[in-house]
């Protein structure tokens, strides 16, 4: 029996998202925010749904904007929703549109709000740069000076080195490691090989490209119109590729280990622009205004371990706790979607959940088990689709409850790990 | 701030509150949305003045005013139809200057706190204060809109505005009768301040204390004094330059139909050149010549007409209640539905733009986009309102998002089966009781219906080009169409800011079908042998905007074309359309979206003179007959108002008020005619009845005259009463 919830269901009513673009490409000129406004609105569009009945809205974003940091009360204040809606933007890195999409479920189930939408976008074309800290105090003591002499001798301390802009580098504050190096150490520890992960890359590659022909993944994408002059129309995901082949993978060079390395850029996800959300109501709520949900939420947790230690594989402590959770079994479940930063985090995940030592150190005397690989990612995943940081979990939710309902299948299983060493996982059911 | 204060007997407009040496006087015209300087608020004035003259407790005053977002709207315009003679309204403009002439010479200072519109009469007054203070907010804004009643200001306006603001900001708002907002009224002087609405009162106060005590000096301008205002504003060669250049813009603009405007010029040279005390006295003179003006007769009527449609619920009686459009889509993402989703989106509706595939809907969404820049560039709007505009017009290539839609609009290509086929597709997706509008312009609308599954909710919207500019909106209504359909689709078009007119379904409505014939006249005149741009040349001296050669080319041959054929289906060869329109057709020429019609056209689409091969095409070829402008006028003319009487008799229209409107609003007749029933009637019936019958020839009846106007003739009688209420009200 469903344990989340306290007796109030959390039904998971529909999702949308914006096509995914490879950073720099069709979508380079939109904002987070914008994204995020481009995907809600939408949602909202398609739902039918009267804007007024919406309680809050909850937003995840990695990288935020420094001139606009509250992502989910800017994208609260589209002219539909009304002003008094409740706004909150969270951070657990990857999993943030995961965090929003508890946080959002948690609210329902404590009663606090009936119908909320939940989601993250991410514009990693538009990263902030940062200023040398000499550059910054030179700034910051010209504006404060009180006349032009004092302002010409604040510049004249800026020297030529303190014009190098810092680059925001996707590493691990506390250990210095960027997410790719860690990868690369969890293929060595876990003993991934080259060839599986390439494997699995293009495996990525085929279903994606599949699922986006037959219609499938793109049902749940709405066609972006790029503003200003809406000349360039984006309606499916461009980063997959359907010609790849085993062979232009193999013969990518390793990115992070120049000698003994298997991590490549066609193995690992690629910097994405883009947005998604879903719509969630109380079980009552979404009966009460007509609509028949996708799914519901039966179970989640969340898990972390040492960055320092396997980075991305907390998935693997965070799943047994969720379906411990649902009171079900890997067995149980019918379909289930993995994030895929990297194939070799994806493989040690699989491996992870087959053994007994992780097991333990979840507190579990049995493995998850072993999964099977015709239910997995069956329409590809973020290495082709492309993984905007802060909206990669509302993809996944929408994905994985939209095929689930094709197939006729009851629970569905969903992962994904973040910087930090953390990891989430959640149980759905369509009854 | 509620005032303790000394109420005169009920139904006063004024109230005054003294506090500590300072009479607030509070405006507010009991039981009227918006205060006028009626009789009776300027006999209370009066009494006000009597006092403010003796009483020596009283050392300053603040005007404000009682209504939300009002300050005063200028002369209760009732009252303005009572005058029957030039003399009568020569003296209540005296009359106006002698009271604002004592409220500008008492010593007590007097401050005006502005707050909302503050037009005609209103700023007169204002003007007359010694201190000017007004609220920053939206709903503040200042204007003389006299001239667009045919009118000069008559309190003093075209002698002090001038004075205070400079001659070329006074002649910019004199002229135009334009809003001026909160800021610009600060930037040319024309207010001393602004402030927050929430302080106004206690800031203007403040002021009248201050000038009171004399520690703020009571001074003539603040405005700007760049190197502009000092050349031209500023001395008499300046000014006599100006006025010459303003003279030369009125007369190219008006065609020298319009005397309101002129007239304001002289008066306001007049003032400068032998003082304020004669150019009032002119002022007055000119105002009382133009109350009783035929061109300002006509625009006072339709004032009051445009006034009495907002007020009509389109229906004639028992009217529904109109349901709410919160959410519309729009069928057809070319230039009209992408006009409509830029006039939707402002009003705060969630709009669905839909078309056959993405390319389409794209370009409409630029298409929107293009309006609401322009409205940017104008300062109509900020980007954050841009934005939130854009964010309500979602786009689709499927019928997703359709299930709580209130209202369809229908803007697809001009076929029937096209509309046959997503009418019925829409009411698959879409509730039972939605509204589906259909924006043709020639199918009517029964026709279309006749696929539906639900009749009732049928209705047609007829929107002229480019929506977001033309003001008219063609309801029309076919005979199973709900009154409740009626009543809602009235309100939302109010909503975008149209004025409505209701009309009866029937091939071409009402606009188009009256514009055929006279379409057809200026293509017979063509055939002929009349040049081309002698045909234009006379309707626009007659006071069209455009000629209908010009028009023809504009609203493109081949629609024109197909349009004409319907009419010919429907109303037989009396709309035959003429030989010259049907070759140029032929010919393949498109007018001014395929760069070639009966004009020459640049790449930019801009109108360069005749295209002389075209005279290739028609019957005289190169010969030219020479007709005078007065009988192209005749012709063109009579054949549309003959059309319109004919839409009136058989029930299109509901009213000749509706014809008047909809002729002015949605095709360009001309406004200081008033309209083709108006025109009918200064004419005389019988004198039209006479004209046509001459026209009319057996070789072709198309002059016969419509069987209403033969009676109206016969019976000496008038579509409107000959003095009073222009509508008879």
Same mark, same amino acid.
């Given at each position: 029996?469903?344990?989340?919830?306290?007796? +109030?269901?959390?039904?998971?009513?529909? &999702?949308?998202?914006?096509?995914?673009? +490879?950073?720099?490409?069709?979508?380079?000129?939109?904002?987070?925010?914008?994204?995020?406004?481009?995907?809600?609105?939408?949602?909202?569009?398609?739902? &039918?749904? /009267?804007?007024?009945?919406?309680?809050?809205?909850?937003? &995840?974003?990695?990288?935020?904007?420094?001139?606009?940091?509250?992502?989910?009360?800017?994208?609260?204040?589209?002219?539909?929703?009304?002003?008094?809606?409740?706004?909150?933007?969270?951070?657990?890195?990857?999993?943030?549109?995961?965090?929003?999409?508890?946080?959002?479920?948690?609210?329902?189930?404590?009663?606090?709000?009936?119908?909320?939408?939940? &989601?993250?976008?991410?514009?990693?074309?538009?990263?902030?740069?940062?200023?040398?800290?000499?550059?910054?105090?030179?700034?910051?003591?010209?504006?404060?000076?009180?006349?032009?002499?004092?302002?010409?001798?604040?510049?004249?301390?800026?020297?030529?080195?303190?014009?190098?802009?810092?680059?925001?580098?996707?590493?691990?504050?506390?250990?210095?490691?960027?997410?790719?190096?860690?990868?690369?150490?969890?293929?060595?520890?876990?003993?991934?090989?080259?060839?599986?992960?390439?494997?699995?890359?293009?495996?990525?590659?085929?279903?994606?490209?599949?699922?986006?022909?037959?219609?499938?993944?793109?049902?749940?994408?709405?066609?972006?119109?790029?503003?200003?002059?809406?000349?360039?129309?984006?309606?499916?995901?461009?980063?997959?590729?359907?010609?790849?082949?085993?062979?232009?993978?193999?013969?990518?060079?390793?990115?992070? /280990?120049?000698?003994?390395?298997?991590?490549?850029?066609?193995?690992?996800?690629?910097?994405?622009?883009?947005?998604?959300?879903?719509?969630?109501?109380?079980?009552?709520?979404?009966?009460?205004?007509?609509?028949?949900?996708?799914?519901?939420?039966?179970?989640?947790?969340?898990?972390?371990? /040492?960055?320092?230690?396997?980075?991305?594989?907390?998935?693997?402590?965070?799943?047994?706790?969720?379906?411990?959770?649902?009171?079900?079994?890997?067995?149980?479940?019918?379909?289930?979607?993995?994030?895929?930063?990297?194939?070799?985090?994806?493989?040690?995940?699989?491996?992870?959940?087959?053994?007994?030592?992780?097991?333990?150190?979840?507190?579990?005397?049995?493995?998850?088990?072993?999964?099977?690989?015709?239910?997995?990612?069956?329409?590809?995943?973020?290495?082709?689709?492309?993984?905007?940081?802060?909206?990669?979990?509302?993809?996944?939710?929408?994905?994985?409850?939209?095929?689930?309902?094709?197939?006729?299948?009851?629970?569905?299983?969903?992962?994904?790990?973040?910087?930090?060493?953390?990891?989430?996982?959640?149980?759905?059911?369509?009854? | 701030?509620?005032?303790?204060?000394?109420?005169?007997?009920?139904?006063?407009?004024?109230?005054?509150?003294?506090?500590?040496?300072?009479?607030?006087?509070?405006?507010?015209?009991?039981?009227?949305?918006?205060?006028?300087?009626?009789?009776?608020?300027?006999?209370?004035?009066?009494?006000?003045?009597?006092?403010?003259?003796?009483?020596?407790?009283?050392?300053?005053?603040?005007?404000?005013?009682?209504?939300?977002?009002?300050?005063?709207?200028?002369?209760?315009? !009732?009252?303005?139809?009572?005058?029957? $003679?030039?003399?009568?309204?020569?003296?209540?403009?005296?009359?106006?200057?002698?009271?604002?002439?004592?409220?500008?010479?008492?010593?007590?200072?007097?401050?005006?706190?502005?707050?909302?519109?503050?037009?005609?009469?209103?700023?007169?007054?204002?003007?007359?204060?010694?201190?000017?203070?007004?609220?920053?907010?939206?709903?503040?804004?200042?204007?003389?809109? !006299?001239?667009?009643?045919?009118?000069?200001?008559?309190?003093?306006?075209?002698?002090?505005?001038?004075?205070?603001?400079?001659?070329?900001?006074?002649?910019?708002?004199?002229?135009?009768?334009?809003?001026?907002?909160?800021?610009?009224?600060?930037?040319?002087?024309?207010?001393?301040?602004?402030?927050?609405?929430?302080?106004?009162?206690?800031?203007?106060?403040?002021?009248?204390?201050?000038?009171?005590?004399?520690?703020?000096?009571?001074?003539?301008?603040?405005?700007?004094?760049?190197?502009?205002?000092?050349?031209?504003?500023?001395?008499?060669?300046?000014?006599?330059?100006?006025?010459?250049?303003?003279?030369?813009?009125?007369?190219?603009? $008006?065609?020298?139909?319009?005397?309101?405007?002129?007239?304001?010029?002289?008066?306001?040279?007049?003032?400068?050149?032998?003082?304020?005390?004669?150019?009032?006295?002119?002022?007055?003179?000119?105002?009382?010549?133009?109350?009783?003006?035929?061109?300002?007769?006509?625009?006072?009527?339709?004032?009051?007409?445009?006034?009495?449609?907002?007020?009509?619920?389109?229906?004639?009686?028992?009217?529904?209640?109109?349901?709410?459009?919160?959410?519309?889509?729009?069928?057809?993402?070319?230039?009209?539905?992408?006009?409509?989703?830029?006039?939707?989106?402002?009003?705060?509706?969630?709009?669905?733009?839909?078309?056959?595939?993405?390319?389409?809907?794209?370009?409409?969404?630029?298409?929107?986009?293009?309006?609401?820049?322009?409205? @940017?560039?104008?300062?109509?709007?900020?980007?954050?309102?841009?934005?939130?505009?854009?964010?309500?017009?979602?786009?689709?290539?499927?019928?997703?998002?359709?299930?709580?839609?209130?209202?369809?609009? !229908?803007?697809?290509?001009?076929?029937?089966?096209?509309?046959?086929?997503?009418?019925?597709?829409?009411?698959?997706?879409?509730?039972?009781?939605?509204?589906?509008?259909?924006?043709?312009?020639?199918?009517?609308?029964? $026709?279309?219906?006749?696929?539906?599954?639900?009749?009732?909710?049928?209705?047609?919207?007829?929107?002229?080009?480019?929506?977001?500019?033309?003001?008219?909106?063609?309801?029309?209504?076919?005979?199973?169409?709900?009154?409740?359909?009626?009543?809602?689709?009235?309100?939302?078009?109010?909503?975008?800011?149209?004025?409505?007119?209701?009309?009866?379904?029937?091939?071409?409505?009402?606009?188009?079908?009256?514009?055929?014939?006279?379409?057809?006249?200026?293509?017979?005149?063509?055939?002929?042998?009349?040049?081309?741009?002698?045909?234009?040349?006379?309707?626009?001296?007659?006071?069209?905007?455009?000629?209908?050669?010009?028009?023809?080319?504009?609203?493109?041959?081949?629609?024109?074309?197909?349009?004409?054929?319907?009419?010919?289906?429907?109303?037989?060869?009396?709309?035959?359309?003429?030989?010259?329109?049907?070759?140029?057709?032929?010919?393949?020429?498109?007018?001014?979206?395929?760069?070639?019609?009966?004009?020459?056209?640049?790449?930019?689409?801009?109108?360069?003179?005749?295209?002389?091969?075209?005279?290739?095409? @028609?019957?005289?070829?190169?010969?030219?007959?020479?007709?005078?402008?007065?009988?192209?006028?005749?012709?063109?003319? @009579?054949?549309?108002?003959?059309?319109?009487?004919?839409?009136?008799?058989?029930?299109?229209?509901?009213?000749?008020?509706?014809?008047?409107?909809?002729?002015?609003?949605?095709?360009?007749?001309?406004?200081?005619?008033?309209?083709?029933?108006?025109?009918?009637?200064?004419?005389?019936? !019988?004198?039209?009845?006479?004209?046509?019958?001459?026209?009319?020839?057996?070789?072709?009846?198309?002059?016969?005259?419509?069987?209403?106007?033969?009676?109206?003739?016969?019976?000496?009688?008038?579509?409107?009463?000959?003095?009073?209420?222009?509508?008879?009200?």
């Amino acid at each position: 029996m469903a344990t989340y919830g306290n007796g +109030r269901r959390v039904a998971v009513v529909a &999702g949308v998202r914006t096509p995914f673009a +490879r950073a720099g490409t069709a979508l380079r000129n939109l904002s987070a925010i914008e994204l995020g406004k481009l995907c809600v609105a939408e949602l909202i569009q398609r739902t &039918g749904l /009267d804007g007024t009945e919406v309680d809050a809205l909850v937003f &995840g974003t990695v990288v935020p904007s420094v001139l606009a940091p509250n992502i989910a009360r800017e994208v609260s204040l589209l002219p539909v929703l009304p002003k008094g809606v409740q706004a909150v933007t969270v951070s657990r890195a990857c999993a943030s549109a995961n965090q929003a999409i508890t946080d959002a479920a948690d609210q329902i189930a404590l009663g606090h709000a009936s119908v909320v939408i939940a &989601g993250g976008a991410e514009s990693l074309s538009n990263v902030p740069i940062l200023h040398s800290r000499g550059f910054a105090d030179a700034l910051v003591a010209a504006s404060r000076a009180k006349r032009l002499g004092g302002r010409a001798k604040a510049l004249s301390r800026i020297r030529p080195k303190d014009l190098v802009p810092i680059t925001p580098a996707i590493a691990e504050p506390s250990t210095g490691e960027t997410m790719g190096q860690s990868a690369e150490k969890m293929a060595k520890i876990n003993h991934i090989s080259r060839e599986e992960q390439d494997q699995l890359a293009l495996r990525s590659h085929r279903l994606a490209s599949a699922g986006t022909k037959d219609g499938r993944l793109t049902a749940e994408i709405a066609p972006a119109y790029v503003p200003p002059k809406y000349e360039t129309v984006l309606t499916s995901d461009n980063g997959i590729r359907d010609d790849t082949s085993l062979d232009q993978l193999s013969a990518l060079k390793p990115v992070f /280990d120049r000698r003994y390395g298997s991590v490549t850029a066609g193995n690992a996800s690629p910097l994405t622009d883009g947005g998604a959300a879903v719509l969630l109501m109380s079980d009552e709520r979404a009966r009460a205004l007509g609509y028949t949900p996708l799914g519901f939420i039966r179970s989640y947790a969340y898990a972390a371990l /040492d960055p320092g230690e396997q980075l991305l594989q907390a998935p693997v402590l965070a799943a047994p706790v969720a379906l411990k959770r649902a009171g079900l079994s890997l067995r149980d479940i019918d379909l289930i979607e993995m994030h895929e930063a990297f194939a070799a985090q994806v493989l040690s995940n699989l491996r992870g959940f087959e053994s007994r030592e992780w097991a333990a150190r979840a507190g579990f005397s049995e493995p998850v088990g072993d999964v099977d690989r015709a239910r997995l990612n069956v329409m590809g995943g973020s290495i082709a689709i492309g993984h905007p940081f802060g909206a990669t979990g509302a993809r996944i939710t929408t994905t994985l409850l939209n095929e689930l309902g094709r197939r006729g299948g009851q629970f569905g299983l969903m992962t994904v790990c973040a910087a930090g060493g953390m990891g989430f996982a959640m149980v759905v059911e369509r009854q | 701030m509620t005032a303790t204060a000394i109420r005169a007997p009920a139904a006063s407009a004024l109230t005054t509150e003294v506090r500590d040496g300072i009479a607030v006087v509070t405006l507010d015209v009991p039981g009227a949305p918006v205060n006028t300087f009626a009789r009776s608020v300027r006999e209370e004035f009066a009494v006000l003045l009597d006092r403010l003259e003796r009483d020596d407790a009283i050392r300053g005053v603040v005007i404000r005013s009682g209504k939300p977002d009002v300050w005063v709207a200028g002369a209760d315009i !009732e009252e303005f139809l009572e005058i029957e $003679t030039a003399s009568q309204a020569e003296a209540m403009s005296r009359d106006g200057h002698s009271l604002l002439g004592r409220l500008e010479k008492l010593t007590t200072p007097v401050v005006a706190a502005i707050h909302g519109a503050c037009l005609g009469g209103g700023l007169e007054a204002a003007l007359a204060c010694a201190y000017r203070i007004a609220s920053d907010a939206p709903k503040t804004v200042f204007a003389l809109p !006299e001239v667009q009643l045919g009118l000069i200001p008559g309190a003093g306006g075209t002698q002090r505005l001038p004075r205070l603001v400079g001659l070329q900001a006074a002649l910019d708002m004199i002229l135009t009768g334009k809003n001026v907002r909160a800021r610009k009224a600060l930037q040319i002087g024309l207010v001393h301040e602004l402030v927050h609405p929430a302080i106004l009162d206690d800031i203007a106060i403040a002021r009248a204390r201050a000038l009171a005590d004399g520690t703020l000096r009571r001074d003539g301008t603040r405005r700007s004094h760049g190197a502009k205002e000092i050349l031209l504003d500023d001395n008499r060669v300046g000014r006599a330059v100006v006025l010459r250049q303003a003279r030369e813009c009125v007369v190219a603009r $008006t065609r020298g139909q319009y005397p309101a405007p002129i007239a304001a010029l002289d008066v306001v040279a007049t003032g400068y050149a032998q003082g304020m005390e004669r150019g009032l006295r002119a002022e007055a003179r000119l105002f009382g010549e133009l109350a009783v003006s035929e061109v300002s007769r006509q625009l006072v009527f339709l004032f009051f007409a445009v006034s009495a449609l907002k007020k009509d619920p389109g229906v004639p009686q028992l009217a529904p209640p109109p349901l709410p459009v919160r959410k519309l889509v729009i069928l057809g993402a070319g230039f009209m539905g992408a006009g409509i989703a830029s006039i939707a989106a402002p009003q705060g509706t969630l709009v669905r733009l839909k078309d056959a595939d993405h390319a389409r809907v794209g370009k409409g969404l630029a298409a929107v986009r293009e309006v609401l820049n322009d409205r @940017l560039a104008k300062k109509q709007l900020t980007r954050l309102e841009l934005e939130d505009y854009m964010s309500l017009v979602g786009g689709t290539i499927d019928y997703s998002g359709f299930a709580n839609v209130d209202l369809v609009i !229908e803007a697809v290509f001009e076929d029937l089966a096209v509309k046959q086929r997503v009418l019925r597709e829409t009411e698959q997706v879409t509730r039972s009781n939605t509204i589906f509008a259909s924006n043709t312009s020639t199918i009517p609308i029964a $026709t279309i219906a006749e696929a539906s599954s639900r009749p009732e909710r049928v209705i047609g919207m007829h929107f002229f080009s480019p929506v977001p500019k033309m003001p008219l909106l063609e309801v029309i209504v076919a005979p199973k169409t709900s009154a409740e359909v009626t009543t809602t689709v009235v309100a939302y078009g109010k909503a975008l800011g149209k004025t409505v007119i209701v009309v009866n379904d029937s091939p071409g409505f009402y606009a188009n079908r009256i514009l055929a014939p006279y379409i057809n006249e200026a293509g017979l005149l063509l055939d002929e042998g009349v040049a081309i741009d002698a045909v234009d040349r006379a309707l626009v001296d007659f006071g069209f905007p455009v000629g209908p050669i010009t028009l023809l080319d504009e609203v493109g041959l081949d629609i024109a074309g197909k349009s004409g054929a319907i009419m010919v289906e429907a109303f037989g060869s009396r709309l035959a359309p003429s030989q010259s329109l049907q070759r140029v057709v032929a010919a393949g020429r498109t007018g001014r979206k395929g760069k070639k019609g009966f004009y020459r056209y640049d790449d930019k689409g801009k109108k360069g003179g005749v295209d002389l091969s075209v005279y290739e095409l @028609l019957p005289t070829g190169a010969q030219r007959t020479e007709v005078p402008a007065e009988e192209i006028q005749r012709r063109c003319v @009579l054949a549309m108002v003959n059309e319109a009487v004919r839409c009136l008799q058989e029930n299109i229209l509901r009213s000749p008020r509706d014809g008047d409107v909809g002729a002015v609003f949605g095709i360009g007749f001309p406004p200081f005619r008033g309209g083709p029933f108006r025109y009918v009637d200064t004419l005389g019936a !019988e004198r039209v009845v006479r004209a046509l019958e001459g026209l009319n020839t057996d070789r072709s009846p198309r002059f016969a005259p419509a069987q209403l106007l033969i009676e109206k003739a016969r019976e000496n009688r008038r579509f409107y009463p000959e003095r009073g209420h222009p509508l008879g009200g």
